[in-house]
């Protein structure tokens, strides 16, 4: 079994709908973090979590919520998605005992807003 | 703030020709890492590499090798031999290591094709 998974893998949505892209890990590490993924810009960073009570906004954070249900569970809201808001998304996960931020990445959630 | 450019978008070379991915980045810490990362068509991103910006020595993994020079601030990598398999967009990465500095600053990626 994978060790970062992500639902839905792939969401169609109307403007104005509330979706919830849902993060779990069984690498049992402390941080995770969700990245948009668009064509030519890259990955940025949205939220991060480096243990259940801290949540941190990233590069993008305008349009999204994020909750950490658990240290295995992280999960991005878009409370009222909009087009600008297709894009490839990824959960990753970090070990807070490594003093090094090597980051794994989920498979990705494929959204579209129409 | 950090940095990290990748100016090749998109990159085609024959089968077995060998291929570099140039990455340059700016920083102002003195200890940083740096990392390569690949995506295939199927789309998940797959870890290839991290550096210590206190080891400069070049590393191979078969086919693959870094060159991290300090001195240029660029970390590039090169697929020897390439094949088929190695199609895919290549992302390169780069983290501070001061609490609240971790976060990895991606570069827009290089998509390399590579031609039966």
């Known amino acids: 079994d994978a060790d970062v998974t992500q639902t839905p893998r792939n969401r169609i949505t109307k403007t104005g709908k509330r979706i919830m892209l849902e993060c779990s890990q069984t690498?049992?590490?402390?941080?995770m973090y969700w990245y948009r993924q668009d064509p030519g810009l890259g990955l940025r960073l949205i939220y991060y979590s480096f243990d259940v009570k801290d949540i941190n906004k990233g590069e993008i954070s305008d349009g999204y919520s994020v909750s950490r249900q658990a240290q295995a569970k992280f999960s991005l809201s878009l409370e009222s998605a909009i087009p600008n808001q297709t894009a490839l998304y990824f959960c990753?996960?970090?070990?807070?005992?490594?003093?090094?931020?090597?980051?794994?990445f989920g498979p990705g959630t494929r959204l579209t807003v129409l | 703030a950090q940095k990290v450019t990748q100016a090749q978008t998109e990159i085609s070379v024959v089968e077995k020709e060998d291929v570099t991915l140039d990455c340059v980045y700016e920083t102002r810490d003195t200890t940083y890492y740096l990392f390569w990362y690949k995506q295939p068509p199927s789309g998940e991103l797959v870890f290839l590499i991290r550096r210590n910006s206190f080891d400069e020595q070049n590393e191979i993994s078969g086919r693959y090798s870094w060159n991290f020079q300090k001195s240029t601030s660029s970390f590039n990598f090169t697929i020897t031999a390439s094949q088929v398999v190695d199609s895919a967009v290549y992302f390169c990465?780069?983290?501070?290591?001061?609490?609240?500095?971790?976060?990895?600053?991606f570069g827009t990626g290089t998509r390399l094709t590579i031609i039966p």
């Open positions: 990753a996960t970090s070990d807070l005992g490594d003093l090094v931020d090597t980051q794994y």
């Open positions: 690498k049992g590490h402390d941080r």
């Open positions: 990465a780069l983290s501070g290591t001061n609490f609240g500095n971790e976060k990895l600053t």
